[in-house]
T-cell receptor
């Protein structure tokens, strides 16, 4: 699975949008981009995933660059409950074996 | 939606004893489950792939005789930490996926070995 690179940490203010970047320059054509988040002392929670087109769900949006070498997770209005470590993972479609990097710790300020 | 349940959520044991952690898929069958370990302020590290009805596949550097995995049914995988030592204290997390759904994770088991 291709390696991803994320900033160690980011800060946001409550009710403002948050853009979390992820670089995956060695991604293969069949690798999906998955985003999970982990709140303290909990298991990771699925956020969103995509292959080529931008994706939206009730939690977030995923914007994927045309060359697929990077993507951005967008939280449209951050809340205090969105404070977590966000992991960007690239893996083959249908793959259940996810390898986690260090992720981005998001702090949301009231 | 699919739910993965772990038990216990936390456990304290004495050095030298063994501890069993259960991972259940509550509303779906999982032929494959995954076990991760997470140390404080670090990311999740994949330990092994648990396969129903066959031997688990361990990641490099993970001792199979120390971390015994049993996947006896389509809804249950167990991880037994044998002869636990303080350095085995960690947050253990399992995951499984229902067909066509994203991977779901349990809420983890915090093991403290004294």
């Amino acid at each position: 699975d291709a390696k991803t690179t994320q900033p160690n940490s980011m800060e946001s203010n409550e009710e403002e949008p948050v853009h979390l970047p992820c670089n995956h320059s060695t991604i293969s054509g069949t690798d999906y981009i998955h985003w999970y988040r982990q709140l303290p002392s909990q298991g990771p929670e699925y956020v969103i995933h995509g292959l080529t087109s931008n994706v939206n769900n009730r939690m977030a949006s995923l914007a994927i660059a045309e060359d697929r070498k990077s993507s951005t997770l967008i939280l449209h209005r951050a809340t205090l409950r969105d404070a977590a470590v966000y992991y960007c993972i690239s893996a083959q479609g249908g793959s259940e074996k996810l390898v986690f990097g260090k992720g981005t710790k998001l702090t949301v300020n009231p | 939606g699919a739910v993965v349940s772990q038990h216990p959520s936390w456990v304290i044991c004495k050095s030298g004893t063994s501890v069993k952690i259960e991972c259940r898929s509550l509303d779906f069958q999982a032929t494959t489950m995954f076990w991760y370990r997470q140390f404080p302020k670090q990311s999740l590290m994949l330990m092994a792939t648990s396969n129903e009805g066959s031997k688990a596949t361990y990641e490099q550097g993970v001792e199979k005789d120390k971390f015994l995995i049993n996947h006896a049914s389509l809804t249950l995988s167990t991880l037994t930490v044998t002869s636990a030592h303080p350095e085995d204290s960690s947050f253990y997390i399992c995951s499984a996926r229902d067909q066509g759904s994203p991977l779901h994770f349990g809420n983890g088991t915090r093991l403290t070995v004294t």
